[in-house]
């Protein structure tokens, strides 16, 4: 299944969490001006000027917020294999990112220049530190399906709204992990998300993100800012795949992440 930055149960315990945590969540009050500005904007505006432009600032928006917070947070990104996603532009689209921290959804927003919803979990930092603002503004620029991981009957029409939605031609993203990984490296994916790609006919582009780990979860101890870095990976076609290939193309995706994010932190130490 998937998930949105769920709650750090790898993360060490004790002052140096629960000072990083409440460091985060002043940085997250400290936004609530321009997102209710955002948000009032979006609502009451932007109709106002076309359904065209309402569109554009649904992701605009978001995508602002999103960079704006990770500055405040002294976190850089950089992408490389954006080729990939030009190449793929137009067609039903499922990202496939590993998760590695609480920052990775503002880092994907932040970094991606073309409009996606993506999956949030009910046991994502969102919910269970009670960001009731990050929802709000996730609702208002309808920005994600939810994972219900305590109903599978509701998880289950979700999933059935996403593929409706990927299959009009959209790009959907998704944790696969079910959690995240503070260790950097990239943990068992649920065969869900492949299936879901293949009965809406997505081409599947594996999004390797690196070192964001160390942003908060185990930090480095080295101060900020931190440079996360973003690969996207060629695409996988998913035309005449059945059933029968679900597990297959999933462990597939997952050895070629994880050869990826080996390499890049080779590349790191190497700098």
């Known amino acids: 299944m998937t998930s949105s930055a769920d709650s750090p149960a790898q993360a ?38 076309g ?8 992701h605009a928006i978001p995508r602002a917020l999103s960079a704006a917070f990770l500055r405040l947070n002294g976190i850089r990104s950089r992408l490389d294999g954006a080729e990939h996603l030009a190449a793929t532009s137009g067609r039903p689209r499922l990202l496939m990112v590993n998760h590695n921290s609480r920052f990775d959804g503002y880092i994907l927003m932040a970094l ?7 999956f949030w979990s009910n046991t994502a930092h969102i919910t269970t530190e009670h ?22 009957r509701l998880t289950l029409a979700e999933f059935r709204r996403a593929e409706k939605y990927l299959a009009q031609g959209e790009t959907l993203s998704v944790f696969p992990e079910g959690t995240f ?3 950097g ?6 065969s869900s998300c492949v299936g879901l790609a293949m009965r809406a006919g997505a081409v599947i582009v594996p999004v390797v993100m690196a070192d964001s780990e160390l942003t908060f979860e185990r930090p480095s101890g080295h101060g900020e800012p931190k440079v ?13 795949l059945g059933r029968q290939d679900i597990a297959r193309v999933t462990a597939e995706l997952e050895a070629s992440m994880n050869s990826q994010l080996r390499e890049m932190h080779a590349e790191r130490l190497c700098q």
Do not use: C
Request: proline content about 7%.
């Open 12 to 49: 060490a315990p004790g002052p140096s969490y629960t000072h990083r945590a409440r460091l985060f969540r002043l940085r997250v009050a400290l936004m609530a001006l321009p997102a209710i500005l955002g948000m009032a904007y979006q609502s009451w505006i932007a109709p106002r000027l």
């Open 185 to 190: 490296q990239v943990r068992g994916f649920g």
């Open 181 to 183: 990984s503070s260790d």
């Open 51 to 58: 359904s065209g432009h309402a569109r554009r600032t649904r």
């Open 112 to 118: 991606m220049d073309m409009p996606f919803k993506a």
């Open 131 to 152: 960001f009731g603002l990050v929802s709000k503004v996730g609702r208002v620029f309808d920005l994600y399906f939810v994972h219900d991981k305590s109903d599978k």
């Open 228 to 240: 996360v870095r973003l690969r996207v990976l060629p695409p996988v076609l998913t035309e005449g």
